[in-house]
């Protein structure tokens, strides 16, 4: 008894079925890479803090750890860390941009903001 052999079509439907499933790397690497990039953002964002909020509202400045704290309850609590679908490449793409290159540039504008006040 011979199997017929796969069509182009199937190919081509198992090769994408297979990129969309999460392989463990690129999971450990995500998390691993959330729990890195904590610092850096509580960072920049405890900066912020310092420069905008604590002269406007008279609020006690914040260490890097409570404002990423604080940033943890505000994306837990609108609910944004609800996903629809699994952890791809892409994903990990995405949040390594999200985590470095956006703080960075907010960075740079509060800085400016705050040197033109």
Same mark, same amino acid.
């Given at each position: ?26 999971? !450990?690497? @995500?998390?691993? $890479? /959330?729990?890195?990039? +904590? ?5 920049? =964002? #405890?900066? *912020? ?12 400045? !914040?260490? @890097?750890?409570? $404002? /990423?704290?604080?940033? +943890? ?5 609108? =609910? #944004?860390? *609800? ?31 705050r040197w033109l006040s």
């Amino acid at each position: 008894m011979t199997r017929e052999a796969p069509s182009i079509t199937e190919l081509l439907d198992e090769w994408r079925r297979r990129q969309e499933e999460p392989s463990n790397p690129v999971w !450990l690497a @995500w998390l691993a $890479f /959330a729990f890195g990039s +904590l610092p850096w953002t509580g960072w920049v =964002g #405890s900066k *912020l803090w310092l420069w905008f909020a604590v002269p406007a509202l008279g609020a006690e400045p !914040l260490g @890097w750890a409570s $404002f /990423a704290g604080l940033a +943890l309850v505000a994306h837990y609590g609108g =609910g #944004s860390w *609800l996903r629809s679908r699994r952890t791809t490449r892409e994903d990990l793409h995405r949040d390594v941009i999200a985590r470095i290159v956006v703080p960075a540039f907010a960075l740079g504008l509060g800085w400016a903001l705050r040197w033109l006040s």
